[in-house]
């Protein structure tokens, strides 16, 4: 999928704009048209709510009739019946509250339906700037959306709603946009030349791997050298930590006050670092440094519980990136986890704008924000990446990508999507390892590259 995205604040401006335009009838007739294709048989169930989402349920139940469907448009349950298709027009985008009551149990009937199921703009009960489920929500199998689409449709709760999405823009010309599906075609890559060598990939020091934590670094290492970092040093905190890893041999293990004083185009910090006074000044050494940085994990939790590794953040004028899940989130917020969820790109936005960081909140559609305040939603990725090390994995492919001079929002966006894309290529929805991602990465970055 690809496409702008645009706040719900947004499309109303959108509409406003439109002035006389036709629109609902453009959206029923949209509506209508995807709905005759969908339908098995010509029995088709019309949910229609009371506003404008309502309206446009109307105006495609009109229109199927005049197509010899048998329609039947209600916003109480009907009786039971076979349909070829339910039509979900109950409450669109502008929905501020739970559904509850007879509302509740008309979601409760078109669950139990087995035909396809058409939400009109987004299912009924998903918040659409944050994909929230406000008391119950449909879950469609096919949702049209009208003018551009929504965070909610993409995000949290969303996408297990939506099922596929179609987005119909009303013929309309869009404003111009500040939020995007992530997706490598909105950026340049660099092809390399046959006229290359080592130095020009660039050398990335990983700085992890406490006792009992050391394959969190070594998995990102192994990651920065697949996705074509030319020199990786990794520094271990273990006193015991192994001379060489046997599985990536080129790695070149250090102590960290080494790695770190190597010269250097990148620098992760984080995974498996730990939580003590030694890691805390090795974040502080990180923080710094003029060196492009990916900040991860316990280096997160580290700047959340420090006032002054917070502000050193916040005034590094070299890229930064932030690898936040919704915890960590919350706790560099000084939030709660719920909070965090209930409006993922408000809390991605306040991260990246207090800490003047590129910024990734985790999780199932993340979120992406530019220190220019430019976000994206990322479409890729499935359950089968809910295992551990997973994470690690991400900030050695960033790490790889900022010591090959990629910006830093280019590098979070590139890395995000392909990290998920990797894991889609591999199958789901479990089952799926950290390190099986490395090699999958690796083919479709060369993929990329090579097209």
Same mark, same amino acid.
């Given at each position: 999928m690809?496409?702008?995205?645009y706040?719900?604040?947004?499309?109303?401006?959108?509409?406003?704009?439109?002035? %006389? @335009?036709?629109?609902? +009838?453009?959206a029923? =007739?949209? !509506?209508?048209?995807?709905?005759?294709? $969908?339908?098995?048989? &010509?029995?088709?169930?019309?949910?229609?709510?009371?506003?404008?989402?309502?309206g446009d349920?109307?105006?495609a139940?009109?229109?199927?009739?005049?197509?010899?469907?048998?329609?039947?448009?209600?916003?109480?349950?009907?009786?039971?019946?076979?349909?070829?298709?339910?039509?979900?027009?109950?409450?669109?985008?502008?929905?501020?509250?739970?559904?509850?009551g007879e509302y509740?149990?008309?979601?409760?009937y078109?669950?139990?339906q087995?035909?396809?199921?058409?939400a009109?703009d987004?299912?009924?009960?998903?918040?659409?700037?944050?994909?929230?489920?406000l008391?119950?929500?449909?879950?469609?199998t096919?949702?049209i959306?009208?003018?551009?689409?929504?965070?909610?449709?993409?995000?949290?709760?969303?996408?297990?709603?939506?099922?596929?999405?179609?987005? %119909? @823009?009303?013929?309309? +010309?869009?404003?111009? =946009?500040? !939020?995007?599906?992530?997706?490598?075609? $909105?950026?340049?890559? &660099?092809?390399?030349?046959?006229?290359?060598h080592?130095?020009?990939?660039?050398?990335?020091?990983?700085?992890?791997?406490?006792?009992?934590?050391?394959?969190?670094?070594?998995?990102?290492?192994?990651?920065a050298?697949?996705?074509?970092?030319?020199?990786?040093?990794?520094?271990?905190?273990?006193?015991?930590a192994p001379?060489?890893?046997?599985?990536a041999?080129?790695?070149?293990l250090?102590h960290?006050d080494?790695?770190?004083?190597v010269?250097?185009?990148a620098l992760?910090?984080g995974?498996?670092?730990?939580?003590?006074?030694?890691?805390?000044?090795?974040v502080?050494a990180?923080l710094?440094?003029e060196?492009?940085?990916?900040l991860?994990?316990?280096?997160?939790?580290?700047?959340s519980e420090?006032?002054?590794?917070r502000?050193?953040?916040?005034?590094?004028?070299?890229?930064?990136?932030?690898?936040?899940?919704? !915890?960590?989130?919350?706790?560099?917020?000084?939030?709660?986890?719920?909070t965090?969820?209930?409006?993922?790109?408000k809390?991605?936005?306040?991260?990246?704008e207090n800490l003047?960081a590129?910024?990734?909140?985790?999780?199932?559609g993340?979120?992406l924000?530019?220190?220019?305040?430019?976000?994206f939603?990322?479409?890729?990725?499935?359950?089968g990446?809910?295992?551990?090390?997973?994470?690690d994995v991400l900030?050695?492919?960033?790490?790889?990508?900022?010591a090959?001079?990629?910006?830093g929002?280019?590098a979070?966006?590139?890395?995000?999507?392909?990290?998920?894309?990797a894991a889609?290529?591999?199958?789901g929805?479990?089952?799926l390892?950290a390190?099986?991602?490395?090699?999958?990465?690796?083919?479709?970055?060369?993929?990329w590259?090579?097209?």
């Amino acid at each position: 999928m690809q496409g702008p995205i645009y706040l719900t604040a947004d499309i109303r401006r959108i509409e406003q704009a439109a002035g %006389d @335009a036709p629109l609902m +009838q453009r959206a029923g =007739a949209a !509506a209508a048209d995807l709905a005759a294709n $969908l339908c098995r048989g &010509k029995d088709v169930l019309v949910l229609a709510g009371p506003g404008n989402n309502g309206g446009d349920a109307r105006i495609a139940a009109k229109l199927l009739e005049e197509r010899f469907f048998r329609v039947t448009v209600t916003d109480r349950v009907p009786p039971e019946k076979t349909w070829g298709l339910v039509i979900d027009g109950l409450f669109g985008i502008g929905l501020a509250r739970p559904i509850e009551g007879e509302y509740a149990k008309l979601v409760e009937y078109t669950s139990r339906q087995t035909c396809p199921i058409l939400a009109i703009d987004i299912p009924s009960g998903i918040q659409s700037d944050s994909g929230r489920v406000l008391g119950c929500a449909i879950r469609a199998t096919h949702t049209i959306t009208f003018i551009a689409l929504k965070p909610g449709l993409l995000t949290l709760d969303g996408p297990d709603h939506c099922g596929e999405i179609k987005v %119909d @823009a009303l013929g309309l +010309q869009l404003p111009a =946009a500040s !939020a995007w599906i992530a997706d490598p075609s $909105l950026f340049s890559l &660099k092809p390399r030349p046959r006229n290359f060598h080592k130095g020009m990939a660039g050398s990335l020091a990983i700085l992890g791997g406490a006792a009992g934590m050391t394959g969190a670094a070594l998995l990102a290492g192994r990651a920065a050298l697949k996705l074509g970092a030319g020199r990786v040093y990794v520094g271990l905190l273990e006193e015991r930590a192994p001379a060489v890893d046997m599985l990536a041999p080129e790695l070149m293990l250090r102590h960290p006050d080494d790695a770190l004083g190597v010269d250097l185009d990148a620098l992760v910090i984080g995974p498996g670092l730990g939580t003590g006074e030694r890691a805390e000044t090795l974040v502080g050494a990180a923080l710094a440094s003029e060196i492009p940085c990916v900040l991860d994990a316990d280096a997160l939790n580290l700047i959340s519980e420090n006032t002054d590794l917070r502000k050193a953040c916040a005034k590094r004028s070299a890229d930064t990136l932030l690898t936040p899940h919704p !915890a960590e989130a919350a706790r560099l917020l000084g939030s709660t986890l719920a909070t965090v969820q209930e409006d993922r790109v408000k809390a991605a936005r306040l991260l990246a704008e207090n800490l003047n960081a590129h910024t990734v909140l985790k999780g199932n559609g993340s979120v992406l924000v530019a220190r220019d305040g430019h976000w994206f939603i990322n479409d890729t990725g499935n359950p089968g990446m809910a295992s551990a090390g997973m994470g690690d994995v991400l900030a050695g492919m960033l790490g790889a990508l900022l010591a090959q001079r990629y910006p830093g929002e280019t590098a979070l966006v590139l890395g995000v999507h392909l990290h998920g894309a990797a894991a889609d290529a591999l199958g789901g929805p479990a089952g799926l390892t950290a390190s099986e991602l490395i090699d999958s990465s690796r083919k479709i970055w060369n993929s990329w590259l090579r097209s």
